[in-house]
């Protein structure tokens, strides 16, 4: 074992709180089972999903819509519970902490770096700017008012949306937890209602009649894409429910609340977004409600979903916080918890300003994250499960000096960013992510399975090959 530096002392291991990434002792984790289910409800069941479910009525109908949402999901939220969760249970790791073991002290934190800037900051400026369409629907109801998608009415309100989530931000996870046990029950009855209106006003038998939202296309490639942005929907779960996991008790409180949460709500509430969708002809959420339950339960609907945004854009500045806190080193830990939060949120109060540009291209924007997200977790997979048999070297992961196994070349591993580079290329040949535009061969094949085939076959090769040979990555052989 290479030396401990001075800084990770064994005191300073008991002193661990849930805002700085070093690891968390039994005693500082907060959430039970229960807890952590309640969070990844209101975290599912925000207005992305509905949002996800009104993608996939684009390319396909109800009974397709259905099972697409159902294997999408089923596969990607599996692997998103294992790859980030378990090492971050079990070693009370923040998630970005243990990619270390994989792409190198350093390598880990320039991915760490640029998701929580790129993506958290995204997902941050969708939910408010959906929260600002919410609000401006109700009040052009109210108020007899026209304010468009892209007025500046949206704008100011995604603004404040993104100012409170700040403000509730700076209280730290308890704040996570308090607002998650008010809002996770009302999201489910906002759900389950609009599937009974559903049904009152259209009926299953006239819903399986309705065409999907797109015209003219080939339906066998149309199931697929719908398929894979649902996989690219549950990927992009990834940076965020590892750290959240950290705050659990047991390896079972951080694994199944994922299938409570991120999978059987999200399914529910995508499929009512794809009924919905096609029932009503619009893509978009925010224009459902009223139609369904009329301006009173429906502007109170809307109105509700509205705030459950924010909790979500809570949930995700929380994660990318204790990311950039702990990866930043000494110079993020002097920054103000507040101030770092501001900093952490300016690039989605960039973006409320462009709320159309933002808005309408979600598939483009989860098949972005799922071109680096697939290969990553697959990577991930087999490092932690496959090649070190779920054992990690604690102090030597926040070793960064040259000869601790975890450095590699320079804190590089190089064969982790080769696989994971190899994977992307193979996402991108099969799907084109500006045009959105699939190969033949995706017709059978997606874009993201591959991409995780080829990520993690060719890291679990190249690290035999290359990377144990050299005597690098401090794998632990079957005689250890």
Not at 364 to 370: D, K, M, N
């Amino acid at each position: 074992m290479s030396r401990v530096p001075r800084r990770f002392q064994r005191t300073e291991l008991s002193e661990a709180g849930s805002t700085s990434d070093l690891p968390l002792l039994r005693k500082d984790r907060i959430w039970s089972f229960w807890d952590f289910s309640a969070a990844n409800i209101g975290l599912a069941i925000a207005t992305w999903a509905f949002l996800q479910g009104g993608a996939v009525a684009y390319y396909v109908g109800a009974k397709e819509a259905v099972a697409s949402i159902v294997i999408g999901y089923g596969i990607s939220i599996i692997l998103v519970a294992l790859a980030p969760c378990i090492p971050a249970v079990r070693y009370g790791i923040e998630q970005f902490v243990s990619l270390r073991a994989a792409f190198g002290t350093a390598g880990g934190r320039v991915i760490m770096l640029a998701l929580s800037a790129l993506l958290a900051a995204a997902w941050a400026a969708v939910l408010a700017i959906m929260c600002g369409h919410a609000f401006a629907n109700v009040w052009n109801e109210l108020f007899g008012t026209d304010f468009s998608t892209d007025s500046t009415a949206v704008k100011l309100m995604g603004l404040s949306a993104i100012v409170v989530s700040w403000i509730i931000l700076m209280r730290g996870p308890k704040s996570i937890e308090t607002v998650n046990k008010v809002v996770s029950p009302g999201l489910v009855i906002v759900t389950l209602a609009m599937l009974v209106m559903i049904f009152t006003q259209v009926g299953w038998s006239e819903l399986v009649g309705l065409p999907p939202l797109a015209s003219d296309v080939d339906r066998h490639m149309a199931f697929m894409l719908a398929i894979e942005l649902n996989i690219a929907g549950g990927l992009a779960w990834w940076p965020n429910v590892g750290n959240l996991a950290r705050l659990t008790r047991s390896a079972r409180a951080a694994y199944w609340p994922n299938m409570i949460g991120l999978f059987l709500a999200s399914v529910i509430a995508a499929v009512v977004g794809a009924f919905s969708a096609l029932a009503l002809g619009s893509d978009d959420p925010t224009q459902w409600m009223i139609p369904l339950g009329g301006f009173v339960l429906g502007g109170l609907a809307l109105v509700f979903v509205g705030f459950a945004n924010i909790t979500s854009i809570v949930a995700q500045g929380y994660a990318a916080l204790v990311a950039v806190r702990g990866g930043t080193g000494n110079a993020g830990r002097r920054v103000p918890w507040p101030v770092l939060g501001g900093i952490i949120l300016i690039p989605a109060v960039v973006l409320v300003f462009f709320p159309d540009v933002t808005y309408n291209n979600y598939g483009r924007f989860v098949s972005w994250g799922a071109i680096v997200l697939g290969p990553l977790c697959a990577v991930q997979l087999v490092d932690f499960f496959v090649l070190r048999k779920q054992r990690l070297d604690i102090r030597t992961i926040y070793d960064n000096r040259p000869g601790s196994p975890y450095h590699f070349a320079g804190g590089f591993n190089l064969v982790a960013f080769a696989s994971l580079a190899a994977g992307a290329i193979v996402y991108v040949l099969l799907l084109d992510p500006i045009d959105y535009v699939p190969a033949e061969a995706f017709r059978w094949l997606t874009a993201s399975l591959p991409s995780m085939a080829v990520a993690g076959g060719l890291y679990f090769l190249l690290t035999h090959v290359v990377t144990i040979p050299r005597g690098q990555g401090g794998f632990i052989s079957d005689r250890d």
